[in-house]
């Protein structure tokens, strides 16, 4: 499976800040995927990312909020606008492995952990 | 729409006895099914799945999971359980046919292994 990177890993951030996370595949990649994590919560897809075209949001979020980057096939940026501690969450790249009977599995990175205060 | 429910918060097992962690999916067409655990302060691994064939799937850590197409049941299960083992395990279903590219989550069991 690919290994997948985030940046940050973690973060307190400030109230009404925005705040950038990176993430890096070590190999070309179609589909990515952006998940959030609430504390004690299961994981809410936020947005699927294609590169060379606009990333498409779940119901609920938007693009004003999580404005998301794919400037090509091994990387990507979402980053978590206007803050408040409701965005304190776990933030996870995943990406689809494509290959033959994989069954399209979506593998994760570490997560950005970010506190808002 | 497909779902996928996990009908225990928490599983406490005693280490050395086995142990199962449940799961229902509903989705309308064949369903891709999927393990993953969360290690404390760690991102989500995955652990195994089912696609087609062979009901009784092997994963990592030694866990393996059951599919049951009448029951629309995929439990994950261990023989002998470890106080290693203790983690956020969470279940996942993926429609093919109708759920496009959206791996559904259930809501997690967090499972505790006493030595």
């Known amino acids: 499976s690919a290994v997948i990177s985030q940046k940050p890993s973690r973060d307190i951030c400030q109230r009404g800040t925005s705040l950038t996370i990176q993430c890096q595949v070590d190999?070309?990649?179609?589909?990515m995927f952006w998940y959030r994590q609430q504390p004690g919560q299961s994981l809410t897809l936020i947005a699927t990312?294609?590169?060379?075209?606009?990333?498409?949001?779940e119901s609920g979020f938007v693009i004003d909020k999580f404005p998301i980057s794919r400037p090509n096939l091994t990387f990507s940026t979402l980053t978590v606008s206007n803050m408040s501690p409701e965005d304190s969450s776990i933030y996870l790249c995943?990406?689809?492995?494509?290959?033959?009977?994989?069954?399209?599995?979506?593998?994760f990175g570490e997560g950005s952990w970010l506190t808002v205060v | 729409a497909q779902s996928v429910a996990q009908p225990e918060d928490q599983v406490n097992v005693a280490e050395g006895n086995p142990l199962t962690v449940k799961c229902t999916y509903s989705?309308?067409?064949?369903?891709?099914l999927f393990w993953y655990v969360q290690y404390p302060n760690r991102g989500l691994q995955f652990l195994l799945k089912?696609?087609?064939?062979?009901?009784l799937v092997k994963g990592s850590y030694g866990f393996e999971a059951e599919f049951n197409k009448s029951q629309t049941s995929f439990h994950l299960k261990k023989p002998s359980a470890l106080v290693s083992d203790s983690a956020l395990f969470f279940c996942?279903?993926?429609?093919?046919?109708?759920?496009?590219?959206?791996?559904?989550f259930g809501a997690g069991t967090r499972l505790f292994v006493k030595a």
């Open positions: 990312a294609n590169q060379g075209s606009e990333a498409t949001y």
């Open positions: 089912y696609i087609t064939g062979d009901n």
């Open positions: 190999s070309q990649v179609t589909m």
């Open positions: 996942a279903v993926r429609d093919i046919r109708t759920g496009g590219f959206k791996t559904i």
């Open positions: 995943s990406v689809e492995d494509r290959s033959q009977d994989s069954g399209n599995t979506i593998y």
């Open positions: 989705v309308s067409g064949n369903p891709y």
